[in-house]
């Protein structure tokens, strides 16, 4: 295999130079806005009253527009018509239901109980995060472990259709349910189904529906090249603006809670480095076991590990309110995501390297040559 000019072959690119400049300092820009966030809660100290003036059901506008725009970039990029041809392979799909909807959940749920014990709120807010599938960064880290891209877009619709029939649900079970029958302290929970669902319905159902429409208007209009090479990469920043948006706000009320106990925030990330490790280590395990090609495996793997930190924290804000432990939870997640789920797409390459032999056609672009727009080949073995 070779690349024009002085691009060598058989040599890794390094995982980060194939990352968009702004999503490569991702982790950087969320810290950043974290601490603009403190900084503004302390300038202005009645920011709740102001952003209250204006809602949307529980939710203050403002932060219901940045919620948004995080949202619809990601499902716009969905190819929604290949939903059909990658569900023919039935195994992957059960498997991957399986692993998002039965063991993640359930997974968080335990880590949350086993570690947080005594945090009600920040223990709740992770059972949301564990609620809430991956719909939005797993499409960048699939690809860049060279996952299946189709299979991942499709997974990545089914999850945000059957988020909105099954979140409430699972919420109710995790939250209320299963904690009385397991004798648990539940007192201080008091959670409805149609709050959570409602939530779900605004902050997923309206970007799903905008993302599906504004395609099949891009792809009839213009065509798929032009809606993919030069529509989805002039809106794919709002997401990233959209998310820093909302960590401001939230860091802005919750500056007091966060600079008084950084302890509870050090436990908030433990169950969350435990369940990334855990959920994608299963997954790809028991991919290996079922026979999927490294392609379709990875896909699986990171869909499962994933999570839509986005709608959680619009649940834990629409259920619980922005200045909940809950909230908070929930903007821990992408801070400890970001970096875990990037150093497993290395974990990921090096799988490949020692169980999957005959798929490893991984390209070197040689020191100053790195361009993270240049289209990475698709590896042999891929799975059609």
Request: hydrophobic share 55%.
């Amino acid at each position: 295999m070779s690349l024009p000019g002085a691009l060598a072959a058989e040599v890794e690119a390094p995982v980060l130079q194939r990352l968009s400049r702004l999503d490569r300092f991702l982790p950087v820009w969320i810290l950043l806005a974290m601490v603009a966030g403190l900084g503004l809660g302390r300038l202005f100290p009645d920011l709740n009253d102001a952003l209250d003036a204006v809602k949307i059901g529980t939710v203050s506008l403002p932060i219901a527009l940045g919620l948004l725009a995080m949202m619809y970039p990601v499902l716009a990029k969905v190819r929604y018509s290949q939903v059909g041809e990658v569900a023919a392979d039935r195994t992957m799909m059960a498997t991957s239901l399986v692993l998002n909807w039965v063991i993640g959940p359930a997974l968080m749920f335990a880590l949350a109980w086993l570690l947080l014990p005594d945090l009600p709120e920040y223990r709740t807010g992770l059972i949301i995060v564990g609620l809430a599938r991956c719909i939005a960064m797993v499409l960048i880290w699939n690809d860049l472990a060279c996952g299946d891209r189709e299979a991942a877009a499709v997974l990545v619709a089914l999850n945000s259709v059957f988020q909105i029939v099954a979140y409430s649900l699972l919420g109710y079970f995790y939250l209320e349910l299963l904690p009385g029958w397991l004798g648990l302290d539940t007192a201080t929970l008091d959670v409805s189904m149609w709050e959570i669902a409602r939530v779900v319905l605004v902050f997923l159902g309206i970007p799903l529906a905008a993302g599906y429409l504004t395609r099949r208007w891009g792809e009839a209009r213009r065509g798929r090249e032009w809606y993919e090479t030069r529509f989805l990469p002039r809106i794919g920043p709002i997401a990233l603006w959209g998310l820093l948006f909302t960590v401001v706000i939230l860091f802005a009320l919750q500056g007091e809670t966060i600079t008084s106990q950084p302890g509870d925030v050090a436990r908030i990330a433990l169950p969350l480095l435990a369940y990334f490790g855990l959920m994608w280590g299963v997954s790809f395990w028991l991919g290996l076991r079922l026979g999927f090609s490294y392609a379709r495996n990875t896909t699986v793997a990171f869909t499962a590990a994933g999570n839509n930190f986005e709608l959680a924290i619009a649940v834990a804000i629409g259920v619980f309110g922005v200045t909940s432990g809950e909230a908070l939870a929930g903007v821990v997640g992408p801070l400890i995501e970001v970096p875990v789920l990037v150093g497993l797409v290395s974990v990921a390459l090096w799988a490949r390297r020692r169980f999957y032999p005959a798929d490893d056609t991984t390209i070197t672009l040689p020191p100053g040559t790195e361009d993270p727009a240049l289209p990475l080949p698709r590896e042999r073995g891929r799975a059609g």
